[in-house]
């Protein structure tokens, strides 16, 4: 495996359900971040970490909830989701602070449709 | 005002067009420049990387950033239907770390046979 990759591809849940979206990265990279694309808009990140730790919350509702074990794996966990969070998720990965502009990496995303 | 303007299409082309796809920004302090392409179901990957104003050529690709205008630019040249894909921009003022990225909303191309 290489590169970053996201489990599940696609994910239908209910309001009420709660559900789980996993991203491992096999880069080696020292940052993981969560972003959200809709439609039409430019990407939002939404979490990052550096070396496990959160260094950034983008004012995100607390119905999303990070968690990052080790700087390889990040999981953003879910719970009583709004149908306006339907969009696809992406996870990405970064060697933070080379100072050689710290390209992201992506993963192909997790499309999430809340009904 | 949006930090970072991008027209989202969709633009489409015959096949060896040259392609011009564009963003404008308003803050000043950004330094570095990028460009991110995405084909259908799959994440962005970085096509183009550039610092400060000037030309930057790989291939078929050239991306141009004028900082007194607060424009940049990528051009395609022979597209090719390959080159099918929505193009973002992004920039930042540092290099240090990809969380100051801003993106652009995307320009969807499609390049016809």
């Known amino acids: 495996e290489t590169g970053v990759t996201q489990t599940p591809r696609h994910l239908v849940m209910g309001m009420t359900n709660k559900k789980s979206l996993k991203c491992e990265q096999h880069?080696?990279?020292?940052?993981m971040y969560w972003y959200k694309q809709s439609a039409k808009k430019p990407l939002e990140l939404m979490f990052v970490?550096?070396?496990?730790?959160?260094?950034e919350n983008n004012s995100v509702p607390s119905r999303f909830s990070p968690e990052c074990p080790n700087s390889s794996h990040l999981f953003l966990h879910l719970h009583t989701l709004q149908p306006e969070d339907s969009a696809l998720y992406l996870c990405?990965?970064?060697?933070?602070?080379?100072?050689?502009?710290?390209?992201?990496?992506f993963g192909n995303g997790t499309r999430l449709t809340v009904t | 005002q949006k930090e970072v303007e991008q027209d989202p299409g969709p633009l489409s082309v015959p096949e060896g067009a040259i392609v011009s796809l564009n963003c404008t920004y308003s803050?000043?302090?950004?330094?570095?420049f990028m460009w991110y392409r995405q084909y259908s179901r799959k994440g962005p990957e970085l096509l183009m990387y550039?610092?400060?104003?000037g030309n930057k050529e790989d291939g078929r690709f050239t991306a141009q950033v004028d900082k007194s205008s607060k424009y940049i630019s990528l051009f395609i040249r022979d597209s090719q239907p390959s080159d099918s894909a929505t193009y973002l921009c992004?920039?930042?003022?540092?290099?240090?770390?990809?969380?100051?990225?801003?993106f652009g909303s995307g320009t969807q191309l499609t390049v016809l046979p």
């Open positions: 550039t610092y400060s104003s």
């Open positions: 803050n000043s302090a950004f330094q570095y």
């Open positions: 970490y550096n070396f496990k730790e959160q260094t």
């Open positions: 880069l080696g990279h020292n940052a």
């Open positions: 992004a920039m930042s003022p540092s290099s240090g770390s990809a969380r100051q990225l801003t």
């Open positions: 990405a990965s970064s060697q933070d602070g080379t100072g050689d502009g710290s390209p992201l990496h």
